[in-house]
């Protein structure tokens, strides 16, 4: 029996390779890589990923920085800190060695805690601080503490600390290791989002170092209650300055009348960078602290809708307009029911419109919720004092000149009534009933033949990276989900903790428990050699160049490029390009097979879009 089958058709092939030599860049465990439709020859000489475990291959990664200007990728893991050259010849890696204070560790056990996954220096936290140092800080066996590290110079592999120069890390990072929060470092000042007590329970927002003062939230559940913070940005509104705010992402748990007992909300809170608080109501508290609801949720029949109220990761997609970055935010929802997991996205000016909106208020006999609707004093609570909130005879120099009917209402209505949905009030990604969980996203805004495409790379806690793009037709509010590769990027089965994009270095840089692994972003020749192979990838990357399918960029000089994101459709294409014998290259095999028995019939296709079809060639015709 003899069968064929097309060349453009997907499989997942598997395979591992060493990449340079134990213990420099990138190398240790081999990498797993998952690609689609690639020979055996191909993917040995792919190179796609590369993976760094530690100079003693016991990492356990907590922090990752990503620094493009000095071509440098900065680690923290257990009592130590990695820095790692990202030039394309150099696989130079340094290490500072990083452990608890003397007499740390022990009282850590004393206490009763776990001595290896919590009496250690866990480096949760790496920003830059000046140009010529960074921004550590550690739990320090539950007694966090910071330092400074000289990295140099750009062009410079500086990398060193002076350990007897380290500074108290409180309100900075959690004691416990295992907590999350959130932080940025703008101005040179910290701002943080954490627990900030031994015992996990002081939930609060600060900003330390810099020339101005210690600003926290008072200790109040209507301000946060049992937050868990995941990130924070600080993002300007105008032209002005002092008009700044640090906007954190977080969920709580609900205060909302009509929610059931330990519901919990996605929130986007904001404080204002150059908030010195109040006099005599709020000294050394934030001023200017409100915060509103972000919703996702899939409309269902008779106007039920589906939410996804746990938040696990937010990107913020840069623009040219740097006020306007769209706000990419991966929630999850797991019930008796279903678990599953969607990507909202939200623009800034519908953040900021809910929050020149009505205060949330409690009224009436029955004490519900509802819109403030009686006078607010001015300046409006939540504002920044600048240009725009002076006028004459009412000027404002900083928070401290705020009358205290400001900050009272502040204090009273930190929430806002409106929430802020998202674009075309819709997920633009919906997974249900996956064998694994949504962790991490990245999203990397490409230019494509026929417009521009969100390509969105999300992390599970399997250690696989779905890379995946949404297209919406037509007047169609509905998106149609295009997956153009599942990445296994580690070996064993290991949750992402973190991810960060190269868009310089068009790289993926992947942190999990077992180290970081580098992922290029796309490897256009694996979708084999054809127009029509290429075209069906669908791939925003990747374009048909009339001999070899190759990176797509915008401003080259090369006008014959043939791609089709929308549909993919390889006849209106590549009609010209022999479509017919892309089509018809089918690959012979001869099958020897038993009688009465039966053999698998495999075909490796290109790429995830194509389907496979099998042809059945009898010598005597029934």
Avoid at 304 to 314: A, G, K, W, Y
Avoid at 386 to 402: A, C, H, V, W, Y
Avoid at 446 to 474: N, R, S
């Amino acid at each position: 029996m003899t069968a064929s089958c097309w060349s453009v058709c997907t499989e997942i092939l598997w395979f591992s390779f060493f990449n340079g030599t134990y213990g420099s860049f990138f190398d240790g465990t081999p990498p797993l890589i998952r690609v689609s439709s690639l020979s055996l020859t191909d993917l040995l000489s792919t190179n796609r990923s590369s993976i760094f475990s530690g100079h003693h291959g016991q990492l356990a990664l907590t922090s990752v920085y990503l620094d493009e200007y000095r071509d440098r990728l900065f680690l923290g893991g257990k009592d130590v800190l990695y820095s790692l050259l990202l030039g394309p010849t150099s696989s130079e890696s340094k290490e500072i060695y990083w452990p608890p204070l003397p007499g740390s560790r022990e009282h850590c056990i004393e206490t009763g805690k776990e001595p290896q996954t919590e009496c250690a220096n866990f480096v949760r936290l790496l920003q830059p601080h000046n140009r010529t140092h960074l921004l550590a800080c550690g739990t320090g066996a539950f007694q966090p503490m910071c330092a400074f590290i000289s990295v140099g110079h750009r062009g410079e592999h500086v990398f060193t600390m002076d350990p007897t120069n380290v500074e108290n890390g409180r309100g900075k990072v959690p004691h416990d290791p295992s907590l999350p929060f959130a932080s940025t470092f703008s101005g040179g000042e910290l701002y943080t989002g954490l627990t900030a007590d031994f015992l996990g329970r002081d939930s609060v927002i600060f900003r330390s170092m810099g020339s101005r003062s210690t600003m926290r939230t008072e200790t109040d559940q209507k301000l946060l209650h049992d937050p868990k913070f995941v990130a924070a940005h600080l993002v300007p509104d105008n032209v002005d300055r002092d008009n700044d705010k640090v906007y954190f992402f977080f969920t709580e748990k609900a205060t909302e009348a009509g929610d059931r007992e330990g519901a919990i909300h996605t929130r986007v809170g904001r404080v204002c960078a150059n908030d010195v608080g109040g006099q005599r109501v709020l000294v050394n508290k934030w001023s200017t602290f409100i915060k509103a609801r972000l919703v996702c949720s899939v409309p269902g029949p008779h106007g039920i809708d589906t939410h996804f109220n746990q938040l696990e990761d937010v990107f913020l997609l840069r623009t040219k307009d740097e006020r306007n970055p769209d706000v990419y935010a991966l929630f999850s929802t797991i019930s008796n029911v279903f678990q599953g997991f969607a990507v909202c996205v939200y623009r800034m000016a519908d953040i900021r419109e809910a929050f020149n909106g009505p205060f949330a208020h409690k009224e009436g006999p029955d004490y519900r919720w509802g819109a403030y609707e009686g006078r607010v004093p001015y300046p409006r609570p939540g504002v920044c004092p600048s240009k725009i909130t002076n006028q004459p005879g009412r000027e404002f120099g900083s928070t401290k000149d705020f009358p205290d009917s400001v900050l009272q209402f502040a204090r009273n209505h930190p929430l806002m009534w409106r929430p802020v949905y998202p674009a075309l009030r819709r997920p633009v990604l919906v997974k249900a009933n996956t064998p694994y969980k949504l962790r991490q996203i990245v999203v990397d805004r490409v230019e494509a033949e026929d417009g521009q495409y969100d390509v969105m790379f999300i992390g599970t806690d399997v250690g696989t990276v779905l890379k995946v793009i949404a297209l919406h037709g037509g007047n169609s509010l509905d998106a149609e989900e295009v997956t153009l590769e599942e990445l296994q990027v580690f070996k064993v089965p290991t949750p992402i903790t973190s991810m960060d994009i190269s868009v310089k270095r068009q790289s993926l840089y992947v942190g999990s428990p077992a180290g970081v692994a580098l992922v290029k972003l796309h490897r256009c020749e694996t979708y084999g050699n054809a127009c029509a192979e290429c075209c069906l990838a669908r791939d925003p990357y990747c374009a048909w160049d009339g001999a070899v399918c190759a990176r797509y960029l915008a401003n080259s000089k090369r006008r014959f490029r043939r791609q089709d994101i929308r549909h993919g459709n390889p006849v209106l294409q590549c009609s010209d390009q022999n479509l017919s014998e892309d089509l018809d290259m089918t690959e012979d095999r001869m099958v020897y097979v038993t009688e009465n028995n039966s053999t698998f019939l495999e075909c490796i296709p290109r790429s995830p879009q194509a389907t496979v079809t099998w042809f059945v060639q009898r010598d005597d015709p029934m």
